[in-house]
């Protein structure tokens, strides 16, 4: 599974931004001081942290995340994590979920830019987050204000311990000029993210712009059954200003829950807060009409109004359901 689960302490960020430490996207855990007790891949897991009662494995108890042994001299343990795409990071999770006895009392984040795939001594480290302290069984959420882009991220725990997942937001730099080329300007990849949805009660929106197709039901955009009037929405911000020449809905393994029909409304906004962006959304003009939906299948649309360059669009479905994956695919203005 891929689910995620809704905290609903987690702040904004993380709704927003895309997870730059996401292995679905292309980040890996590169390089780690120590892995003894459990290996640092799992550390970026998009699946939620579990615990397995009585699983062990040659080195101990089976732990879901990234734990190194217990430290007996000087010094710290941490892990190099290579980012997805260079990107702005606006704030991470340190996520010590499960992990009581064995969590680190304190991390640190650095950052810095490289053309390796695993940083040398030459690399120049910025600190992200000052050291800051830790509880076990928790979600640590920092906001970060650096505002230069980033290749990777160095995790540092004091002294040892075990750190159940990490997620890096923030929104991935890309080249959305090649001329002519056809782009998914809706793919989180490219830098698209999801400004805002009415309901997220079973699944984020920002799941819409993740690349490949959902792994089961849990991996898609999801709102709980609509009992009043109306229906459910979401809007996103393109990864570039751009023509939209082509639709794909997908509703992978939604099939007593895929909405009954689907419609998008796009705009070129300039500036804006979020809460304006909503209510000037209700009125954008309509990109593609009302159009029937199915279970469990990719459904392709090309007949849209011309609407020229948008930056946003707002993704309606009727009355409630659940969504994959949504693309939309153009080209970026000027090209």
Known sequence: ???????????????????????????????????????KDRLLSPEEPVFIVG???DHGKWMDGWESRRKRGPGNDWCVVKLARPGR??????????????????????ACHSTKDVPGAEARWT??????????????????????TWTHVRLSIYPDGGVARLRVHGRPSSDTTIAGAELDLAAAINGAYVVAANNEHFGLAGT??????????????????????????????LAAPGVIERVEVDTAFFKGNFPDACSLQAARMNGGTEQSLITQSMFW?????????????????????????????RFNIFPDGGVSR??????VAGS
């Open 127 to 148: 600190p992200l987050l000052p050291a800051v302290s830790l509880n076990g069984n928790a979600h640590h959420y920092h906001a970060v204000s650096s505002t230069e």
């Open 326 to 331: 949504l693309r939309l695919f153009g080209k």
């Open 89 to 110: 990071i606006f704030g991470v999770d340190i996520d010590t979920r499960h992990f009581t006895g064995n969590y680190p009392p304190g991390a640190s984040l650095e």
């Open 285 to 313: 003009p309509e990109l593609l009409p009302s159009q029937k939906l199915a279970a469990d299948a990719i459904l392709s649309f090309d007949q849209l109004a011309a609407l020229g360059p948008v930056t946003h669009v």
């Open 55 to 57: 699983k062990y494995d």
């Open 208 to 237: 819409l712009l993740l690349p490949g197709r959902g792994v089961n039901m849990g991996d898609g955009w999801e709102t709980r059954r609509r009992r009043e009037p109306g229906n459910d929405w979401c809007i996103i911000a």
């Open 1 to 39: 599974m891929a689910v995620v689960a809704l905290d609903p302490n987690a702040p904004d960020f993380t709704r927003r931004y895309t997870n730059l430490a996401d292995p679905r996207l292309g980040a890996r855990a590169v390089e780690a001081s120590d892995e003894f007790f459990a290996p």
